[in-house]
């Protein structure tokens, strides 16, 4: 449910609302998909050393994640 709720905020462009669903799922349940989310939030949120940190933690939670890598560099390289 609070992935979902999360995944609607961020479709109405309110990253700041997912950031909050995405972590109390986290508190909740320590998922790779939901530290991906909250890594796409931050980074929405221009929050670009805190989305890098929590997409290595997605990475970390499922290393055979290449989606997770893939974004990973496009917020390295976005940042520049």
Not at 46 to 75: N, R, T
Request: aromatic content about 8%; charged content about 20%; overall charge positive.
């Amino acid at each position: 449910i609070l992935l979902g709720l999360s995944n609607t905020y961020l479709g109405l462009n309110k990253a700041a609302e997912a950031e909050k669903y995405l972590r109390k799922a986290i508190s909740l349940s320590n998922q790779g998909v939901l530290w991906k989310k909250l890594a796409e939030s931050l980074f929405a949120q221009e929050k670009y050393e805190e989305a890098q940190k929590a997409m290595s933690e997605a990475i970390k939670l499922e290393p055979s994640g290449s989606a997770a890598f893939a974004q990973l560099a496009y917020m390295l390289a976005s940042k520049g």
